[in-house]
């Protein structure tokens, strides 16, 4: 008997893929390769119809920005990223050949004393490949230290 509650099957008909179909994109499940070719495809659709001088389309920084979140580990420490800050804590949108660069603002806490926190502002240069889906960082700059008061 089927267990369908543990065994799931991939959205695209006659998919050969036995692992886990286990990736949601547009409410539907997929196996690992067909949601990357779901999602590069609708990637690339949006690439090409950015004119890489107006802000890039609201979907394509979402999309970036998902796609971080899902397959990217945050470092403490390290620079990084979040699903928001790429969609919408970044600027500087620039298209290159094959890939996006964009550069986010991020205020990594430095140190903290008695209900004070002390922030350096940090804007981070990233850049996103299509064909192989990989962040880049690519330099730091700007880093003034803020001050935060804590409750
Ligand atoms: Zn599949």
């Not at 006659?14 to 390769?33: I, M």
């Not at 802000?55 to 990084?80: C, F, N, Q, V, W």
């Not at 790429?86 to 550069?103: C, L, M, P, R």
Request: proline share 3%; charged share 30%; net charge neutral.
């Amino acid at each position: 008997m089927e267990d369908y509650m543990t065994k799931k099957a991939c959205v695209i008909s006659g998919c050969k893929n036995k692992d886990f179909a286990d990736l949601f994109y547009k409410h539907q499940q997929f196996c690992k390769s067909h949601y990357v070719e779901a999602f590069q495809g609708d990637l690339s659709i949006l690439f090409k119809e950015w004119d890489g001088i107006n802000e890039p389309p609201d979907r394509l920084k979402y999309l970036i920005g998902r796609y971080y979140d899902e397959h990217e580990t945050a470092l403490i420490g390290k620079p990084s990223l979040t699903k928001r800050i790429v969609h919408e804590g970044s600027y500087d949108w620039k298209k290159t050949e094959n890939a996006v660069i964009f550069t986010a603002v991020r205020f990594p806490v430095s140190g903290k004393h008695r209900g004070t926190a002390y922030c350096v502002e940090a804007h981070q240069t990233w850049e996103f490949r299509l064909e192989t889906l990989k962040f880049t960082f690519l330099s730091e700059e700007g880093k003034r230290q803020k001050i935060i008061l804590l409750d």
